[in-house]
């Protein structure tokens, strides 16, 4: 599955038959990340223009290079096969809108509502229909966390080289749950790239 949107979305060369892997990658994966894309960008490009560099930042670190990658390294065949792409959709929207609420208390926009973070992903939720498939097992939970309406909390450090000397927080472990991986790579994924956005704030 690495360099998967490249390798598993169809492409006019012809491609070798996918593997198993590859096949649930790509329709687990790679459409679902695809089609969550995409519903941003059309909103970036109506209304949101302004912040735009901020959230390809974060967009495309978070569902082409971290997602692909710690799917590929956590989940095991099965895991994979099992994987729902709604649930994959969820889990970046949370954190994509909790970014967008961090950018809301740093930025003013002109012509938006003063709740356009929750405007914004609601928006991108029902586009992408990411509670409607009648065999979802999960929709009550991802109701639920859909409507938190706190700020996640980043304050604690990261230490690499001590793991367990960071006390990941426990918003992260229901939404880690959705895709079958540990709670400490939610948190190891967005905090770094909220610090990164801190830093570029001036820019916007």
């Known amino acids: 599955m690495l360099g998967l949107l490249k390798k598993l979305l169809p492409t006019k060369k012809e491609m070798p038959p996918l593997s198993g892997r590859d096949l649930h990658g790509r329709n687990n994966v790679g459409y679902p990340t695809m089609q969550i894309s995409r519903e941003i960008d059309n909103l970036v490009k109506t209304q949101y223009k302004a912040i735009k560099p901020i959230i390809n930042q974060y967009k495309d670190t978070l569902f082409f290079k971290w997602g692909p990658s710690v799917i590929n390294d956590k989940l095991n065949d099965e895991q994979l096969a099992n994987l729902s792409g709604r649930n994959l959709q969820m889990v970046y929207l949370l954190l994509f809108r909790d970014m967008l609420r961090y950018i809301s208390e740093l930025v003013t926009l002109k012509n938006v509502p003063e709740n356009w973070p929750d405007v914004?992903?609601?928006?991108?939720?029902?586009?992408?229909?990411?509670?409607?498939?009648?065999?979802?097992?999960?929709?009550?939970?991802?109701?639920?966390?859909?409507?938190?309406?706190?700020?996640?909390?980043?304050?604690?450090?990261?230490?690499?080289?001590?793991?367990?000397?960071?006390?990941?927080?426990?918003?992260?472990?229901?939404?880690?749950?959705?895709?079958?991986?540990?709670?400490?790579?939610?948190?190891?994924?967005?905090?770094?790239?909220?610090?990164?956005?801190?830093?570029?704030?001036?820019?916007?």
Request: aromatic fraction near 6%.
């Open 120 to 204: 914004f992903a609601q928006t991108v939720l029902d586009n992408c229909r990411m509670l409607s498939d009648d065999d979802d097992k999960d929709i009550a939970k991802k109701q639920q966390l859909f409507a938190n309406t706190e700020r996640y909390t980043v304050d604690v450090p990261i230490d690499e080289k001590n793991p367990d000397n960071t006390n990941i927080p426990d918003w992260t472990v229901p939404i880690a749950e959705l895709i079958m991986i540990p709670s400490d790579m939610i948190y190891k994924c967005h905090r770094p790239l909220m610090i990164a956005i801190e830093k570029r704030k001036k820019h916007v």
